[in-house]
């Protein structure tokens, strides 16, 4: 709490918000990659409440996106 999650967002590369956590849109505000995760895949994807954030469902998911992340790298 004594940290500013805007300011730990600045030193990432990219951001994983669990659903649906405000650190997924400030990332999107500093022009960081942002995802929510959903593990347990109990999101819908193009939910409303995801404000335009891409929902990641199960684990292929997410290490899709991060190996498309690290390619541009």
Known sequence: P???ASYVIEECFAVISAPFTST???AREQG???VY???FSQCQKG???AHGIEILRGKKEL???VNR???TM
Do not use: G, R
């Open 24 to 26: 997924a849109l400030l």
């Open 69 to 71: 992340l690290v390619e």
């Open 37 to 39: 995760y959903d593990p």
């Open 47 to 49: 939910d409303p409440a």
């Open 32 to 34: 960081k990659p942002s």
């Open 63 to 65: 290490e899709a996106w």
């Open 2 to 4: 004594e940290v500013a």
